[in-house]
């Protein structure tokens, strides 16, 4: 198993490093930052005798390096900085997500692509139309992620165990986010009958403010550490074929009334990619809510120009 990740940022770097940990297989760090993959791939190696992990892992600014890779993880990008508007971001990333996906689509035409860049529902789809690839073999590390910090948030504040807790959250990753109370459980009883209306509120609250919450404390930047955890446990569950249910922001071709758009669903993956959409049993509200959330990505994905 060959698995590229490309971007040594902090997500990405942390992300190769939780690949390794894991003996996941063969890992290839890219960054077009010269020596900086390379950099952080010795200094991730060094630690193998200490951690008794084997050393498995490989830096690169050649992009020629991804070839035959089994499943690729994108996390180069830009994150947004103060005065630019998400179009110009969008418009950035886009640019940057181009030139790899079209060496991906060269280099490694059978692998599984996990997109993490932002924005990341529009940087999904851009992947998949730019690669050409069939819709189950590219997805996007977005509600995963929001996933954890739903259950992460619901565990501290009612003191439950994460391993007792369930979360549901759909729709686009970040501000548009949907956590889904009813369809949360622990232990097989309902969010919102566990606890009251207004706590419930709270709780959505914190989990759709957690991203902003940690860029402001973090002054520079955002996420990494929960990022990188999510994104590797994707990458498990394909390079495993776990046949796994994770929320990932995937393909839609009529599923809960959506057509031609990425968007985060709740999806069976294996060693094929996304092997099932899962259709929860949405109540008008909350279907309502997520085609909203899915016209407004359609309306930014025209803002994309290249
Ligand atoms: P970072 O700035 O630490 O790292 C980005 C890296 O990408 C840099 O090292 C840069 O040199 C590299 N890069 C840029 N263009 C490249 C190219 N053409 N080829 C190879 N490498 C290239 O940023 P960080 O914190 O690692 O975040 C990366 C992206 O992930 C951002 O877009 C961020 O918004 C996003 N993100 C997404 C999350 C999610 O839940 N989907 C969570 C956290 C971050």
């Not at 073999?137 to 165990?161: C, H, W, Y």
């Not at 069976?268 to 899962?278: A, C, F, T």
């Amino acid at each position: 198993m060959k698995i590229s990740v490309i971007g040594a940022g902090n997500v990405g770097s942390l992300t190769a490093m939780r690949l390794v940990q894991e003996k996941l297989g063969e890992i290839l760090l890219v960054d077009i930052v010269k020596g900086l993959a390379r950099g952080k791939s010795l200094d991730l190696a060094d630690a193998s005798p200490i951690l008794k992990y084997p050393y498995q892992i490989e830096g690169t600014e050649e992009i020629q390096k991804i070839n035959d890779s089994d499943i690729i993880v994108v996390t180069a990008g830009l994150a947004r900085k103060p005065g630019m508007t998400r179009e110009e971001l969008c418009c950035k990333n886009a640019a940057i997500l181009k030139e790899i996906c079209l060496n991906i689509k060269k280099l490694a035409p059978a692998s599984i692509v996990v997109i993490v860049t932002n924005p990341l529902d529009l940087m999904t789809r851009f992947a998949l139309e730019t690669t050409g690839f069939k819709p189950t073999k590219v997805l996007g590390m977005g509600i995963t992620l929001d996933a954890a910090r739903f259950a992460n948030i619901i565990s501290q504040e009612l003191n439950i165990p994460h391993t007792d807790i369930v979360p549901t959250v759909i729709g686009s990753h970040g501000e548009g986010m949907l956590p889904l109370p009813r369809l949360t459980n622990i232990k097989g009883i309902s969010l919102e009958e566990f606890v009251s209306e207004a706590k419930v509120k709270e709780l959505v609250q914190k989990t759709v403010t957690r991203g902003a919450e940690i860029i402001a404390l973090l002054g520079s930047g955002s996420a990494y550490f929960a990022p990188s955890a999510a994104a590797a446990e994707i990458v498990r569950a394909i390079a495993k074929d776990e046949k796994r249910i994770l929320g990932v922001c995937a393909w839609l071709n009529g599923e809960y009334g959506i057509k031609d758009i990425c968007i985060g669903v709740p999806c069976r993956l294996g060693k094929s990619g996304v092997e099932q959409i899962i259709e929860l049993g949405l109540n008008s509200q909350e279907k309502e809510a997520l085609q909203k959330s899915a016209a407004s990505l359609r309306e930014q994905y025209k803002s994309i120009k290249l």
